[in-house]
Structures are given as C-alpha cells and as structure tokens.
C-alpha cells in the first residue's frame, strides 16, 4: 500500500508514526517515566530480562525496565506491552506526526505541531528532538536569520551532540553566506568537486541550501573532511594496529580481568577511541552517516583479535596438559605435578577466552551486519571453551 493510500485510509494521529517507520526512522520510541524518550532499535527485549538493549542513532544503551513508560514500536522483538499510538504522550504524538509531516513537506505544519511544547519542556533530550525538526522546518523556508538564532542558541545549550550538529550548520551557512546561501564550498572544498553532476547547475541558485537533498551533501562533505582531518579514520586505525602487540596484551591480561575491561587494555585502545570521537562527531551532524565507519572500525579491531586468538588458540592445542602421558598408575607426586601443569594452561588460556566473550558482546550489537565475524570468533572461542572443559573434566577424574 503506497503513502498516499494509506494517508486516505488512516487517522491522522496513528499516520504520524506509520509514516515514521515506513520512511526508515529508527524503530522505537520508548517513553521514560521522567519524560524524555529514547529512539532507536531494540536489539533485545526478553520477557525474564529487566533491561532492555537499544540501539541509538549514537550510541547502544541498556535500559532498565522499571524506568520505562511506555514503548512504541510496530517491530519490536517482544510485542508484549507495546501502546497504541492514541495512548502516547501528546508531546510525543506530536513529535511523531511532525516527522512524518516533514517527510510530507508540511514544513509550517511542523513548526505549528511542535513550538507550543518546545517552548515549555525543561528535559534537555526532548526539547532537542522537538526543536531540530523546527530548525529544519525553517530551513526548508529560507529561513535564515531565525535559523541562526536558534542554531547558536543549539550550540551554547543544547546537549553534546546539538552542539556539533550546530556548529556544522553555522558553518556551512557561513561558507555560502556570500552567495546567497547557494553552495559553493563546504571549508576548502568547492561544490564542484563533491557534489553529482546534475546537482551542480542548481547548487548556485540563490538559497539552494534550502532544499533538503543539497543541505544532505553539504553535511555529507563536511563529515568526511571532520573524520579525515582529524586523522581518525578506520584506514589510520588500521595502519597503527600491530597484531604481535595485540598478542602480547592479551597474554598479559590479569587474571579475572572481566570483558568489559579488555578494551582500554589493548595497544589500539587511544587510536580506536579517537576513531569513535570523530565517528560520534558525525553521527551527530547527520545521523546514519557514520554508521559504515562504525561497521568498518569494529572489522578493523576484529581482524585483530581474530589472528589474536587463532595465534592463542595454536599455542595452547600445542602445550596442552592432555599432550603430557601419565602412568597408568600415577603416583601422588606425578598426579599433583600434573594437576599442576593443567592449573598452569588454564590460567594461561583464561585471557584469550575473556577477549573472545569481549568481542562477541560487541558484534551482539550487529546481528545481521558482522554475521561473518562473529562466526569467526565464534567458532575459535568454541574450539577453545571446548579444550578447557576438557582439561577441566580431566583434572578432576585422572
């Protein structure tokens, strides 16, 4: 069924957020008993869980139970408790109808729907997700003295990620001013040398940074010079990455060091971290943008950790206590020296084990996008699970 059929067909409050989702916005609106919502993909909701998993256009969260409202999601993993639209807060209804009224081109429509609740809510992630839709309302209109003032008022109030989205906005404005707002150059790089060749001709007409698909470039250019100029990019990442010293970190892993803690552990942390900065930069002047480069980061530290383990994985089959012959009558010291050799192996096969779990909490996050790695870790951290109970269970009875 097409939008405008079911715009025909359907009510306009339950549309809003029908439109929402068939657009490509993120699935989930889940409503906090303090007032501000959370949007995103729920990447994981169990009846017997108390948190649910989400992931945002900026980061992935654990979100405990008893701190929601409500959720609506017409795709959500577990239906149970899900609302019907009407049963919404009206603030969020409104967001909602004002997203699908943008995607529509009603773009007063929006200002209308959201200035009344903008103008009075305290939460600061709310008042964000109400006021950039205003922004850009604005925009669409040409706007730009209001434009301006709001985007500044972004920058010196909002929450982190307002702040950089402003700052790109003011400064693509500040690019083109001269021209009228036309787009002529994104900081050094003229639009000739980015922008398709059938958008050129129409990029110097006066205000073409109204239009939404000339803005989207503009923004587009502007995130690819942040991450490349701050020499942070995935092919930076990689370049600094060193397998032998990723070997040598894992093997010295403290004994009980949990998954959580293996990462600021590893001899890529500093340069992974500053990828993610610039990446969560990006993400946050157009959200979707950085997602490939999340992707392509987390390959880069996989590959790593793969031939980590596979290394690991060689070494500990080859020094494997099960290599060393018992009598078939074994003394008390010959025992005890062999239960000792097989203490030995499993503390020193405990990191590599700790890395795995790691790392596929990480791809948890991406089920369908890194199948493949994941599998990789997968099959490696089974082979060696499998030779410690192994050992194990054989400590135990010989």
């Known amino acids: 069924m097409s939008i405008a059929t079911m715009t025909r067909r359907m009510p306009g409050m339950v549309l809003g957020a029908l439109l929402a989702a068939a657009s490509g916005a993120w699935g989930a609106t889940i409503v906090l008993k303090d007032g501000s919502i959370v949007e995103g993909v729920i990447l994981e909701e169990k009846k017997t869980s108390t948190t649910i998993r989400v992931r945002t256009p900026f980061d992935e969260r654990l979100i405990n139970r008893k701190d929601i409202d409500k959720i609506f999601d017409e795709e959500a993993v577990d239906q149970t408790g899900l609302n019907k639209f009407e049963e919404l807060p009206e603030k969020v209804r409104s967001l909602?109808?004002?997203r699908a009224?943008?995607?529509?081109?009603?773009?007063?429509?929006?200002?209308?729907r959201l200035q009344p609740f903008a103008e009075k809510e305290t939460q600061a992630g709310m008042k964000s997700a109400m006021l950039w839709p205003i922004i850009e309302a604005k925009e669409r209109a040409a706007q730009w003295d209001e434009v301006r003032k709001m985007l500044e008022d972004r920058e010196k109030n909002g929450t982190p990620e307002d702040k950089h989205r402003a700052r790109a906005h003011l400064d693509i404005f500040d690019d083109n001013k001269e021209w009228d707002y036309s787009l002529r150059r994104v900081d050094k790089a003229w639009?000739?040398?980015?922008?398709?060749?059938?958008?050129?001709?129409?990029?110097?007409d006066p205000n073409a940074l109204a239009r939404q698909d000339m803005m989207a470039k503009a923004l587009e250019e502007y995130c690819s010079q942040l991450v490349r100029d701050e020499k942070s990019g995935v092919a930076t990442v990689r370049e600094r990455m060193d397998p032998r010293k990723t070997v040598e970190e894992v093997r010295k892993l403290p004994k009980g060091v949990r998954s959580q803690d293996v990462?600021?552990?590893?001899?890529?942390?500093e340069e992974l971290r500053r990828a993610e900065t610039s990446i969560h930069k990006a993400q946050a002047i157009l959200p979707g943008y950085a997602d490939a480069f999340q992707l392509d980061l987390i390959r880069a530290e996989g590959e790593q950790l793969v031939r980590a383990l596979e290394t690991l994985l060689g070494e500990a089959i080859q020094t494997s206590p099960l290599n060393i012959?018992?009598?078939?009558?074994?003394?008390?010291?010959?025992?005890?020296?062999w239960q000792q050799a097989c203490d030995d192996w499993l503390t020193k096969t405990d990191p590599a084990e700790v890395v795995g779990e790691y790392f596929l909490d990480k791809l948890?996050?991406?089920p369908k996008e890194m199948r493949m790695e994941w599998h990789m870790i997968r099959d490696v951290q089974d082979r060696l699970i499998e030779m410690r109970e192994s050992v194990r269970r054989q400590r135990r009875t010989r």
Do not use: H, S
Request: positive net charge.
């Open 263 to 269: 990462l600021e552990r590893m001899p890529y942390y």
């Open 101 to 112: 009224d943008y995607r529509m081109g009603n773009y007063q429509r929006v200002i209308d």
């Open 96 to 98: 909602l109808n004002a």
């Open 325 to 337: 012959p018992l009598p078939k009558t074994p003394d008390a010291a010959a025992r005890q020296q």
């Open 191 to 204: 639009a000739r040398n980015f922008l398709p060749v059938e958008m050129r001709a129409d990029a110097q």
């Open 364 to 366: 948890n996050a991406y």
